[in-house]
Nanobody, 117 residues
Framework: QVQLVESGGGLVQPGGSLRLPCAGF????????MGWYRQAPGKQRELVAV???????NYADSVKGRFTISRDNTKKTVYLQMNSLKPDDPAVYYC???????????WGKGTLVTVSS
């Protein structure tokens, strides 16, 4: 079973920034939709941001204007730049690689983001 690898999580003060990279898998990466999801304690996993193979992006309302998703197909990596972090943002952040036509739906183990002063 393929498991993606996220990194970059940690403790940051309110208003601070973090950048989360995620290493994708395989030559199918460039054809995949890549997404970042998060799950806070006691809550369901929710979509944060996605980027399609053509570069179109979509964001949860709660992160619009603060978070940016991007991808580097040459490095098979997707990034989540998180700015102006708020007390509502702490969660385990998960990376997802999806290519429905190829029956691909990979997840990572997650990386923990904590926002605290």
């Amino acid at each position: 079973q393929v498991q993606l690898v996220e990194s970059g999580g940690g403790l940051v003060q309110p208003g601070g920034s973090l950048r989360l990279p995620c290493a994708g898998f395989g030559n199918i990466f460039s054809l995949s939709t890549m997404g970042w999801y998060r799950q806070a304690p006691g809550k369901q996993r929710e979509l944060v941001a996605v980027i399609t193979s053509s570069g179109s992006t979509n964001y949860a309302d709660s992160v619009k204007g603060r978070f940016t998703i991007s991808r580097d197909n040459t490095k098979k990596t997707v990034y989540l730049q998180m700015n102006s972090l708020k007390p509502d943002d702490p969660a385990v952040y998960y990376c997802n690689q999806r290519a429905t036509v190829y029956a691909i739906n990979y997840w990572g183990k997650g990386t923990l983001v904590t926002v605290s002063s």
